[in-house]
Structures are given as structure tokens and as C-alpha cells.
């Protein structure tokens, strides 16, 4: 699949077979880690253009921008890799929830215990 992404970019990037890359949303102001989701380059572009993430859904097979049908916006202030250029970091300003279930975040549902 042809995309937009800079190519000084796209170079660096380490992606799985499926051409993906891990992309984490923090919230920019508080440093909750708010999801997980997935980018190939052209998700990658459009999230770096638009100021929304965008991202690639392996269930569907297709590109979805976090808020279109919830209203749960994921307003892009900052992105980054990772040191490896196999994760990216985007920190965003949530509008409400960022959990596919209605939680503001997809990490304080299902803590696991820790052994001593």
C-alpha cells in the first residue's frame, strides 16, 4: 500500500510483517497511558497531518480516527518513536473516553497481582 508519509520517516521505521507499529496514546498533560492501537505509515501520516489519531483496525481491515463515531476525540499535540523505531508515542488531549467500553482509560479495569 502506497502512502503519504515522509519517506526520511518511513525509512526509520521497524514494523511487524503485517507492516504495523505498536501506538500508544498518553494523555500529554498527565502522562495516563490512555491505549494501545495500530498505525502502518499511512496512519501515521494521517494522524502527523490531520491532529487526530488515526488508526489501523486488524479486525476490520480498515482506518478509523479515534472520536469519528463516539465523540471521544484524540487531539495530537506531540509524536514520537520509540528508541528502536518500532513503537510510537502519541500524546494527546483526550475529550472523554479513550476505552472502546466506556472507561477513560483501557489500563485500570484489570490489574494483575503482583507476586512477592
Known amino acids: 500500500m502506497s502512502s503519504n508519509l515522509d519517506p526520511a520517516i518511513a525509512a526509520r521505521l521497524k514494523r511487524s510483517p503485517d507492516g504495523l507499529?505498536?501506538?500508544i496514546a498518553q494523555q500529554y498533560d498527565t502522562g495516563e497511558v490512555l491505549m494501545l492501537g495500530w498505525m502502518d505509515d499511512e496512519a501515521l501520516h494521517r494522524t502527523l497531518t490531520t491532529g487526530r489519531c488515526t488508526y489501523w483496525s486488524r479486525s476490520r481491515r480498515e482506518y478509523w480516527v479515534?472520536?469519528?463515531t463516539s465523540g471521544h476525540v484524540q487531539h495530537v499535540k506531540s509524536v514520537a518513536l520509540d528508541c528502536d523505531a518500532d513503537t510510537v508515542l502519541v500524546k494527546v488531549d483526550q475529550v472523554g473516553a479513550a476505552c472502546h467500553t466506556g472507561a477513560r482509560t483501557c489500563f485500570d479495569a484489570?490489574?494483575?497481582?503482583?507476586?512477592?
Not at 484489570?110 to 512477592?116: F, G, N, R, Y
Open 21 to 23: 507499529v505498536p501506538a
Open 66 to 68: 479515534k472520536g469519528d
Open 110 to 116: 484489570d490489574v494483575l497481582p503482583l507476586s512477592q
